[in-house]
């Protein structure tokens, strides 16, 4: 089991006598995107205050801590780190920006390697 400093999600009920006590730690999350095909109904007008608005979002997350790092990858395409304290919070920030409508999302769960190395050095030593 990690610590919070670790950012793994670990989500536990602990009974103290007769009440129940969620404990949660925050979640580090690699998020890439890729675009999809915009529609042709979509006027360049649209798409253009979209990705003005999006780079306002994009700063207003990093400069909030919520988004750690934000990559674009050569030709098309992304990747962005966000530290959030659930899967709603996830959920809820890839929905709030911009052009989330036009891209397909790839999310996958970190942890911090130095914790999960000495396991394995552990492991293997018996």
């Known amino acids: 089991m990690q610590n919070a400093d670790n950012h793994c999600h670990i989500e536990t009920w602990r009974n ?19 675009p999809t095909p915009v529609p042709e109904h979509v006027s360049k ?10 780079m306002g979002w994009l700063e207003k997350q990093l400069d909030s801590g919520k988004m750690l790092c934000h990559y674009i990858f050569p030709g098309q395409g992304g990747m962005a ?7 709603d919070e996830l959920h809820k920030l890839l929905r709030a920006y911009p052009l989330q409508q036009f891209f ?3 999310i996958r769960p970190l ?16």
């Open 45 to 54: 007008e649209q798409i253009l205050k979209l990705y003005q608005e999006s």
């Open 104 to 106: 397909d999302w790839e």
């Open 16 to 34: 103290g006598g007769n009440n129940f006590a969620k404990e949660v730690t925050k979640m580090k999350f690699l998020i890439i995107g890729e």
């Open 81 to 87: 780190i966000v530290d959030v304290d659930s899967n």
């Open 111 to 126: 942890c911090d390697w130095k914790p999960l190395y000495a396991e394995s050095i552990e492991y293997y030593r018996k």
